[in-house]
């Protein structure tokens, strides 16, 4: 799975930091998601998109 996290951070100027913050996770975890090392559970991705205003179809690319 791959994420545009990144992507969408900029786009509201949020650092890593401050989405950890918004969703309650650490700093570490953003890391991870946006390196593909860790896929977030259906909840976590869920506050992750709500949290950069948008879904998670189109926040996370899903591999065949």
């Given at each position: 799975?791959?994420?545009r996290t990144k992507e969408f951070r900029a786009r509201?100027?949020?650092t890593q930091e401050d989405l950890a913050k918004k969703i309650s996770v650490r700093r570490e975890?953003?890391?991870?998601?946006?390196k593909g090392k860790?896929?977030?559970?259906?909840?976590?991705?869920y506050e992750i998109a709500k949290a950069?205003?948008?879904t998670i179809d189109e926040l996370f690319i899903f591999d065949d």
């Open positions: 799975m791959k994420t509201y100027d949020l975890t953003i890391v991870f998601l946006e860790y896929n977030p559970s259906l909840k976590l991705a950069l205003k948008t």
